[in-house]
């Protein structure tokens, strides 16, 4: 239990982070809706920004939901428990990646499954 609350540290702090990050980026997004942009270079340019901004802003949510899934895990004391093979989650793959759902073997089976 002691080890999940170092956990729930590190998504916590993780979750931070990403709502600052998805503001911003938010406030980004809004402003480039009000530019008054003159030139089709600047509107190249500005467009690209902007799907940039809205693709690293989708990955930045799929991943707060990520870290939101692993904090009701630790309260549902299932926490590190791989979903596929229901395995324990190395220690080690949590310290780098603490809302993984799954253990590096099945993980790999899915990104296999993928291509």
Same mark, same amino acid.
């Given at each position: 239990?002691?080890?999940?609350?170092?956990?729930?540290?590190?998504?916590?702090?993780?979750?931070?982070?990403?709502?600052?990050?998805?503001?911003?980026?938010?406030?980004?997004?809004?402003?480039?809706?009000?530019?008054? $942009?003159?030139?089709?270079?600047?509107?190249?340019?500005?467009?690209?920004?902007?799907?940039?901004?809205?693709?690293?802003?989708?990955?930045?949510?799929?991943?707060?939901?990520?870290?939101?899934?692993?904090?009701?895990? $630790?309260?549902?004391?299932?926490?590190?428990?791989?979903?596929?093979?229901?395995?324990? $989650?190395?220690?080690?793959?949590?310290? $780098?990646?603490?809302?993984?759902?799954?253990?590096?073997?099945?993980?790999?089976?899915?990104?296999?499954?993928?291509?």
């Amino acid at each position: 239990m002691a080890q999940n609350s170092e956990y729930k540290e590190l998504l916590l702090n993780r979750k931070k982070e990403i709502e600052k990050i998805i503001n911003s980026l938010k406030n980004e997004l809004k402003g480039v809706n009000s530019c008054d $942009i003159k030139e089709d270079g600047d509107f190249a340019a500005c467009s690209t920004n902007s799907e940039n901004n809205y693709q690293i802003y989708k990955k930045q949510l799929q991943e707060l939901k990520e870290i939101e899934e692993a904090l009701l895990a $630790i309260e549902k004391e299932t926490y590190g428990i791989c979903q596929m093979c229901e395995e324990p $989650i190395d220690p080690e793959r949590l310290k $780098i990646k603490p809302f993984a759902k799954y253990c590096i073997d099945c993980r790999e089976l899915i990104e296999k499954e993928n291509k």
